[in-house]
């Protein structure tokens, strides 16, 4: 057994090194998986500050991954097309720069965390998990629909946005960028969980009645950690979107949730790391499994019921030293 | 609170509560098991509803939730050492911290203990250390009221000292008001200004603790 902490640092060094040793032997392929990876990992590190700190057991953060992937996906077909996305009195452009679509791409999904949030933790358990999953579902359905932008087909872009100072379309810069990102994100939830606000959030997964007898309102915890939450998905949604320079109704799938909530569980729930360690595990298992066969996800399934019975921390829990994981 | 009656489903289980507690006093409500002295104190902390009338310091408390009425400076001390037990010592204290007069040095001044124990899991420790965290964290919300419900029940005598040294300093040093539901008779006439005791539901005597004299303690409470 390892500290946790230096597992962590492995992780992440690992996580960059992998690439960077692509981008040297022109292997652009092992760069994109890496990217793929990442991405993922932001998706799941956004669901870890819900599910391991709040106790929110959502199967609707799809919905948030697509919120942003379609923000992404709109601002730059307009900025591409140069059709304005609002006419009338006030013209409002498209966008190709990042920042910006990151930007309004967070800001989006947070809207849509706070009016989501406060009516789903309106309810607790299944029903929380079935408002969620409703919600993600009305999205999917919506977006099928929805023919300025593609619908059931999806939405392609041409390019990949712009970043200032950098060329997105080396594969290794948008990874760069991606990595950077999750590791800001990481270094945030680290401070976040030892805030007293994180403290208070932990407390209110463990008891709520505890946590109003001392002047605390758990639904309120519980629904800033949401918005924190569905954010942070919401921005891993975007990135998405640009590396497969598409978007299409799948990201707002249930589906999309499942395989989000599978990162978190496998590599460790509350876990710092752990979201970081069951997406790259994934996103490893589909690529050399499913290169042997089709139905790879049965590996996956047997995969993820080992973990779930003998190893409650998940994979970062098997190696690394720490207090044990909730259930 | 005035003639307050609450419920659990059907069931009544107070039939008219009458308790009064001025600044910086501290009442013992005692009785007899099962009479209502823990659904008294959920009453007081908003935890179940009442009807009835409860006023802290000028504020309608009857209708307000649970949290708010923390807020308004009730600080409770559950019964069963309910501490949140994947937090460590510290941070079960910072969770529920509040600007004002207490902080973590003051709490582990009251209790060192705690300061040994800072870094360890609130869920691996001994009863009394739960306890103590259990008090701390009330403390550390910085209340008016503090309200302690069966606080030393099961523990061991030493650890059960510590505790009542302790809400004797805060008596002293602080003049913080305290409630205390508790069955250590000869402490709680030590420590208690006033007493209030509850049979099936109601109010069936209240008056200064000095005036509780062992036979009458006997004849109401059994002990």
Redesign the interface.
């Known amino acids: 057994m390892i500290p946790e902490k230096l597992l962590n640092l492995v992780v992440l060094a690992l996580l960059l090194a992998v690439p960077y040793w692509a981008s040297l032997n022109d292997a652009p392929f092992t760069i994109t998986l890496a990217t793929r990876a990442t991405i993922f990992a932001l998706a799941a590190v956004g669901l870890n500050i819900a599910l391991g700190m709040g106790g929110m057991v959502s199967l609707g953060h799809a919905l948030f991954f697509g919120i942003g992937g379609y923000t992404m996906g709109i601002l730059a077909f307009h900025a591409q097309s140069f059709t304005p996305l609002i006419d009338g009195p006030m013209v409002i452009e498209g966008t190709k720069s990042m920042p910006v679509i990151w930007a309004v791409a967070m800001g989006v999904s947070a809207l849509a965390a706070l009016v989501i949030g406060a009516l789903s933790l309106r309810t607790a358990g299944v029903y929380f998990i079935m408002i969620t999953l409703a919600f993600g579902q009305m999205l999917f359905f919506f977006t099928i629909s929805w023919s300025s932008y593609g619908g059931e087909d999806g939405l392609s872009i041409f390019l990949r946005n712009e970043f200032p100072g950098l060329d997105t379309l080396v594969p290794f810069n948008f990874f760069a960028l991606c990595y950077g990102l999750l590791v800001l994100v990481i270094l945030f939830n680290a401070r976040f969980a030892r805030s007293?606000f994180g403290?208070?959030l932990?407390?209110a997964r463990?008891?709520p009645?505890?946590?109003?007898?001392?002047?605390?309102?758990?639904q309120r915890l519980k629904l800033v950690a949401f918005v924190i939450s569905g954010t942070i998905t919401g921005l891993a949604g975007a990135l998405f979107a640009d590396l497969n320079r598409f978007v299409s109704p799948t990201m707002f799938s249930w589906q999309t949730s499942g395989e989000i909530m599978v990162f978190v569980i496998l590599g460790g729930v509350a876990r710092l790391c752990g979201p970081v360690v069951g997406a790259v595990a994934f996103v490893m298992l589909e690529h050399f499994l499913g290169g042997l066969s089709e139905f790879w996800h049965i590996y996956l399934g047997l995969l993820l019921l080992l973990i779930v019975l003998f190893a409650r921390g998940g994979l970062v829990g098997l190696v690394a030293r720490r207090?044990a994981a909730?259930d | 609170m005035k003639q307050v009656t609450a419920h659990y489903g059907s069931a009544q289980a107070l039939f008219g509560v009458d308790l009064e507690l001025r600044a910086g006093e501290v009442l013992a409500l005692m009785g007899r098991n099962g009479m209502g002295k823990t659904t008294t104190v959920r009453s007081l902390c908003r935890m179940i509803p009442v009807n009835g009338e409860m006023t802290f310091d000028g504020h309608d408390l009857s209708r307000l939730p649970s949290h708010k009425a923390a807020r308004l400076g009730i600080g409770l001390v559950p019964e069963g050492r309910r501490c949140f037990a994947g937090l460590t010592v510290t941070e079960n204290l910072i969770a529920a911290a509040r600007r004002g007069y207490w902080n973590l040095s003051g709490i582990r001044t009251l209790f060192p203990r705690l300061a040994e124990r800072r870094h360890q899991l609130a869920g691996t420790l001994s009863g009394g250390e739960q306890q103590m965290v259990a008090i701390g964290r009330a403390l550390m919300t910085n209340p008016r009221l503090l309200v302690l419900d069966e606080a030393t029940e099961g523990l061991a005598p030493i650890i059960r000292n510590e505790i009542w040294t302790a809400l004797a300093r805060l008596k002293a040093e602080t003049g913080l008001s305290i409630i205390v539901v508790d069955k250590q008779i000869g402490e709680m006439r030590q420590l208690c200004d006033h007493a209030v005791v509850l049979e099936r539901g109601s109010t069936t005597w209240a008056g200064p603790m000095a005036e509780l004299t062992p036979a009458l303690s006997a004849q109401l409470i059994g002990v």
């Open positions: 007293p403290l208070a932990n407390a463990q008891s009645d505890r946590v109003r007898a001392v002047g605390l309102n758990p207090g909730h």
